[in-house]
């Protein structure tokens, strides 16, 4: 079958139609694996987690102190004090010196703190009064047998491992990363941290790193092919053979000229469910499905495949991934105008110093440092013509 190529975008949607429809065909991943807990930061549960052991597994002292028996401080201050002989072993009338986290000597059922004594030879003056278990964590105080520590769709953070490791577990049930592949294509680019060096009207290929960072940042599991030339057979293989992937990331192909093969290959395979979308500068994206794995077509221009990445990579993996943590935002003042196209969402970047955005190149679809210098980027909707200066204005940080 000969593929059309070279015709002209149909129709235009919006980024939250087209962020839908992708939406709509896929869903969290249900594969779980056991994994050791020194590799686990960042995964998320799969299941609950109960303990399989009390913690503290016995009663401990939770101060510097004498271990005592609280009857024996009835009454005590400091122009009543109480004297109880300094031992090795608790009992009526004696104490035994402990440490924070020492266990508690038998016979002792509270710690009178330093503060409220004073050592005479072998004998011990209280002058304070303590209850049973004053300064002390008793058994199962902290985590108690069988409760459940950590629920499923919980994202491990170091404090939650460092719990887990002090009940004695060594291995956690998580949900796996979604499989994300990445197939750049493009005859004009050049593989990157190699000796070839890019000829006029050639490029190293930095789209596919970016989207393999990010893919990890986000919570997927990247795979990355090497680069696809511009031919409509390699370009079909290479998705057939990464079609066991949650998510297909295309780089490059997506537009409207006679060798932007990626769409009407999606649209012969599967279905195309957008080509084209009214995002500046992402205008060229292209998504689909092939037997059920999404496929998102992300343009060449490195801003431009930024900007899509973002709006519908991210959502999706972050879904996928079982990851409910948001983009991190923060208010801030223009120091300028935003310009935008009405009727498209625009993707402005700026930096950011000091609560004042600073609108950096909002135009130039190909111009990368613009975002090596960005902090983050503004978005400004379809209905609204450009932001003034001195607006108040929502920045969402760039990881």
């Known amino acids: 079958m000969d593929l059309v190529v070279g015709t002209m975008f149909k129709e235009l949607a919006g980024a ?5 429809a992708l939406q709509e065909r896929c869903g969290p991943v249900t594969r779980s694996e056991e994994v050791h807990l020194a590799a686990a930061r960042g995964r998320v549960l799969s299941e609950d987690l109960a303990s399989p052991v009390n913690l503290p597994a016995f009663n401990r002292a939770a101060m510097d102190g004498y271990a005592v028996r609280a009857a024996d401080t009835r009454g005590a201050s400091p122009l009543a004090p109480v004297y109880l002989k300094v031992d090795d072993e608790a009992g009526e009338g004696r104490c035994v010196p402990v440490r924070t986290g020492m266990a508690a000597p038998p016979g002792a059922d509270a710690v009178l703190m330093m503060e409220d004594s004073l050592l005479r030879g072998e004998e011990l003056e209280a002058t304070a009064e303590v209850h049973p278990y004053r300064n002390i964590a008793r058994v199962g105080e902290d985590v108690a047998l069988g409760e ?7 994202r491990l953070r170091p404090p939650d491992i460092a719990l887990l490791a002090s009940l004695g577990l060594t ?6 990363r979604p499989k994300v592949a990445i197939i750049p294509t493009g005859g004009e680019l050049v593989p990157l941290f190699s000796d070839q060096r890019p000829l006029p009207g050639q490029a190293r290929e930095a789209n596919g790193l970016i989207c393999e960072m990010y893919a990890e940042i986000w919570g997927g599991s990247p795979q990355k092919t090497p680069i696809v030339e511009d031919d409509a057979g390699l370009i079909r293989e290479a998705i057939v053979e990464n079609l066991d992937a949650d998510l297909i990331l295309i780089s490059g192909g997506t537009s409207v000229g006679e060798e932007d093969y990626a769409p009407p290959i999606i649209e012969e395979m599967g279905k195309l469910l957008v080509h084209g979308v009214r995002i500046t500068p992402a205008k060229p994206t292209a998504l689909g499905v092939i037997d059920e794995t999404p496929v998102i077509c992300l343009p060449g221009y490195p801003v431009a495949a930024l900007a899509a990445l973002y709006i519908f990579a991210r959502p999706l993996i972050t879904m996928m991934a079982h990851r409910t943590d948001l983009p991190r935002a923060v208010p801030a003042k223009l120091a300028g105008k935003i310009v935008s196209r009405p009727g498209y969402l625009t993707f402005a970047r700026v930096s950011l110093k000091e609560g004042v955005a600073t609108p950096i190149m909002t135009t ?8 090596a210098r960005a902090e983050g980027y503004v978005l400004v909707p379809e209905e609204v013509e450009g932001r003034e200066k001195g607006e108040m204005v929502e920045v969402n940080l760039i990881e």
Do not use: C, P, Q
């Open 16 to 20: 939250a139609e087209g962020l839908r």
């Open 148 to 154: 459940t520590v950590l629920k499923e769709g919980h």
């Open 171 to 176: 291995n956690a049930k998580v949900y796996e």
């Open 364 to 371: 130039g679809a190909g111009i990368l440092s613009s975002v």
